[in-house]
C-alpha cells in the first residue's frame, strides 16, 4: 500500500469555480502535511503546510482529518493561473517525506 | 531569499558517460534528499542525507549510481555509466530537519542520455 494516496485527475473547471482535492495517508504516526504546486517542467513549490485546526491562505483552504487520515485542498474563485500539478506531501519525524503522485488541475477560460 | 542551487540545469550525454550533478543545499539546512522524476513516475526518492551522513539510499540503482556529500554545502549524484533509461529530471531539496518544516526543491537538473 502507498504511503500516500491522491487521486490523479485530471480536474478540468472553469475560471471562478470551487475546486477541492483529497490524500490520503497510511501512517497514522505521520506528523505534518503540506501541499506542494508544480507547474509543468519546474520544481515543486510549497504551496502552504496544513495544521490540525485546518488553515486558509487566501482563496486556498487547507484541511487535515487525522481520524480518517486525510488531507484536503480547496481552492476557490479559480484563475487560469492555478493551473498546476498539486502534490500531497507527508512527513515523519523530519527525515521521511512521502510525496502523493499528484493531481492535475487546468482552469479553462 | 534562501535557495537550494543545483548544477548542471541540462545535461546530454551518450550512454556510458559518467554523469555528475551538484547540489548546494540552503544555509544551515541539515537534511538533503535527491528525487527523480519522469513522465511516467510521481517523485522518486533517490536517496537522502541528515548531517552529511547517508540515512537511506535505498532508492538507488547501487551498481551505477552514487551519493555522497562530501561537505555541508556540497552535495553530488553521481551516474557510471549512464544508461538512456536514467533520462530524467533530477531534484535536489533540503530541509531543516524540523518535523514540522517542509522541504525546499532546486530547479532541478534535466539529464538526457542518448
Known amino acids: 500500500r502507498k504511503e500516500v494516496e491522491q487521486d490523479p485527475g485530471p480536474f478540468n473547471v472553469p475560471e471562478g469555480a470551487t475546486v477541492a482535492f483529497n490524500c490520503t495517508y497510511s501512517?497514522?504516526?505521520?506528523?505534518?502535511f503540506f501541499w506542494y504546486r508544480q507547474d509543468c517542467r519546474k520544481e515543486p513549490k510549497l504551496l502552504m503546510s496544513?495544521?490540525?485546526s485546518g488553515n486558509e491562505d487566501g482563496r486556498f483552504t487547507a484541511q487535515l482529518n487525522r481520524a480518517s487520515q486525510y488531507i484536503s485542498l480547496l481552492i476557490r474563485d479559480s484563475k487560469l493561473s492555478d493551473s498546476a500539478t498539486y502534490l500531497c506531501?507527508?512527513?515523519?519525524?523530519?527525515?521521511?517525506?512521502?510525496f502523493g503522485t499528484g493531481t492535475s488541475l487546468t482552469v479553462i477560460p | 531569499d534562501a535557495r537550494v542551487t543545483q548544477t548542471p540545469r541540462h545535461k546530454v550525454t551518450e550512454m556510458g558517460q559518467e554523469v555528475t550533478m551538484r547540489c548546494q543545499p540552503i544555509?544551515?539546512?541539515?537534511?538533503v534528499f535527491w528525487y527523480r522524476q519522469t513522465m511516467m513516475q510521481g517523485l522518486e526518492l533517490l536517496a537522502y542525507?541528515?548531517?552529511?551522513?547517508?540515512?537511506?539510499d535505498s532508492g538507488m540503482p547501487k551498481d551505477r549510481f552514487s551519493a555522497e556529500m562530501p561537505d555541508a554545502t556540497l552535495a553530488t549524484l553521481k551516474i557510471q555509466p549512464s544508461e538512456p533509461r536514467d533520462s530524467a529530471v533530477y531534484f535536489c531539496?533540503?530541509?531543516?530537519?524540523?518535523?514540522?518544516?517542509?522541504?525546499?526543491f532546486g530547479n532541478g537538473t534535466r539529464l538526457t542520455v542518448t
Open positions: 542525507f541528515r548531517n552529511r551522513a547517508p540515512l537511506d
Open positions: 544555509l544551515g539546512h541539515n537534511t
Open positions: 496544513v495544521y490540525s
Open positions: 506531501v507527508v512527513n515523519k519525524n523530519g527525515n521521511q517525506f512521502y
Open positions: 531539496a533540503s530541509g531543516s530537519g524540523d518535523f514540522n518544516s517542509p522541504l525546499h
Open positions: 501512517n497514522s504516526a505521520s506528523q505534518s
